[in-house]
């Protein structure tokens, strides 16, 4: 049982775990509920009192834990599962056997109709082949941290400075391997924070082609970060 001070404690961090909820389901499908993500989150705070020191930035280390736990809770639901990584391979070979045809970019309207599918339901497969990515290359490092978090720390103690150091600076290293198109993909969805559906827009492409996009600059931004260890 929480106490009364505790239980005050918990709702006023409730804001955090709403805005970082929203950050993350604007990466999601509609068939994952953000309510689903703010519990998860809520509980990842009370988890997190016992060691919570509000003398030491307790945003910065409550940021992780909250995005730790709904990235778990994510992972549970099989974002990178084989189902996922097979519907991949099908699209990835119905976008280029749809490109020798057409010999140009197309419409996710256009790929739809020539796999003989929904168009909303491939978007939704291809949110969650792309959020997929991103749990994969969170994998990579400890304690839930994660691509964006590596950037977007606004305000961050000596200690988390310390933490994320070696990774922010391995990181950009890898990035400044990826061609232009792809470095603006992971600008957009990551530091921008964009949907996928709206970078589709911006750059006047396809999600299926900023998907291949992303997949690509990850798997080479993996190769990187583990070659370096």
């Known amino acids: 049982m929480l106490s009364a001070e505790e239980k005050e404690l918990v709702l006023s961090y409730l804001p955090l775990v709403r805005q970082i909820a929203y950050q993350v389901h604007r990466h999601l499908p509609p068939s994952v509920d953000v309510k689903d993500l703010i519990g998860y989150g809520i ?48 699209i990835r070979e119905a976008v280029d056997r749809l ?25 939704e497969d291809l949110q969650a082949i792309s959020f997929s990515y991103m749990l994969s290359l969170d994998e990579l490092f400890q304690e839930g941290r994660s691509y964006e978090e590596l950037f977007e720390s606004k305000e961050e103690g000596p200690e988390e400075a310390v933490i994320k150091k070696d990774l922010r600076e391995r990181l950009l290293k890898a990035i400044e391997k990826l061609d232009q198109r792809e470095k603006l993909v992971l600008q957009l969805l990551y530091y921008e924070e964009l949907p996928l559906k709206e970078v589709s827009k911006l750059l006047g492409i396809s999600m299926a082609r900023v998907s291949q996009i992303k997949a690509q600059a990850i798997e080479k931004l993996k190769r990187y970060l583990t070659s370096a260890e």
């Open 99 to 123: 490109k020798m045809e057409k010999g140009e970019d197309f419409s996710d309207e256009e790929l739809a109709q020539f796999m003989g599918e929904d168009p909303e339901k491939l978007r």
């Open 43 to 90: 509980l990842a705070v009370i988890e997190a009192l016992p060691k919570l020191d509000r003398n030491k930035n307790p945003n910065a280390y409550l940021k992780l834990r909250i995005r730790g736990a709904m990235y778990d809770y994510l992972r549970s639901l099989d974002f990178a599962s084989r189902g996922i990584r097979s519907r991949e391979k099908a």
